[in-house]
Each structure stands twice: as C-alpha cells, then as structure tokens.
C-alpha cells in the first residue's frame, strides 16, 4: 500500500506543476550552484584588539574583535581566486589598514600586525 501512495503523491505534484505552468505561473528550481569555499586565516599579530577582515568577488569574512596572537581559518565564498583584499581594524586606534590587491593562489592568510602607535596587514 506504501507505494501506491508514494505514486500517488509524484502524480498529484506533476498535475499540480503542469496546471501552476499552463496558467501563466512559472515554476522555477531553487539555485544549485553556490559560489565555493575557500579556506582562509585570519590573525592578529599586533598589540591591540583587531577585527581583520578578506574580501572577495563575492563575499566578506571578518574575524570580529579578537585578541592579540589569535588566528582562526575561515571558509569565504567566492567565484575567482583574484583581486582579493584585507582590510583590518585596531580597537582604540583611528583608521583601517588595507592590502592592495592579491590571488588566493598566492596569499593564504591576512595578519594585522603592528603596535599601538600603527598598524598594518602582512599576507603570508
């Protein structure tokens, strides 16, 4: 009896799509093609509080606050491995240290490193 029912329920949502699609609805697949993920650290080197962040093509992963001499591998989205960024900011000190532009086939972390008097990323 189980398999009438399952039969039963495959042609009911057949039916149901062909009467959704010949009244002018469109019926359209949930998307499938997630951008992938690429593994990538994060540290704090300096001798402050940081929130270092990467930036894609498509996505941004911060660190949030962490502590000095912290580092965490982060999964971040993205659809090509190039014109990547860092950017980070030290808590109590104005202004955000940025990295130029860099490939992930050639840079696998970003670390805020520095003293209180100024800081900046380093890419290993």
Not at 54 to 61: C, G, L, P, R, S
Not at 100 to 118: H, M, Q, T
Request: charged letters at 15%.
């Amino acid at each position: 009896m189980p398999r009438i029912i399952k039969r039963t329920t495959r042609l009911a949502a057949v039916v149901g799509m062909a009467a959704a699609t010949s009244a002018g609805m469109f019926v359209v697949a949930p998307a499938s093609h997630a951008a992938p993920l690429a593994a990538f650290r994060l540290s704090n080197f300096s001798a402050t509080i940081a929130n270092v962040c990467v930036h894609t093509d498509v996505a941004t992963q911060c660190s949030g606050n962490i502590a000095a001499g912290k580092s965490s591998v982060y999964h971040v989205a993205y659809n090509g491995p190039r014109n990547w960024y860092c950017t980070a900011t030290a808590k109590g000190l104005s202004g955000t240290a940025s990295t130029p532009y860099f490939s992930r086939d050639d840079v696998k972390e970003c670390a805020e490193v520095g003293n209180i008097f100024g800081a900046s990323i380093m890419l290993k």
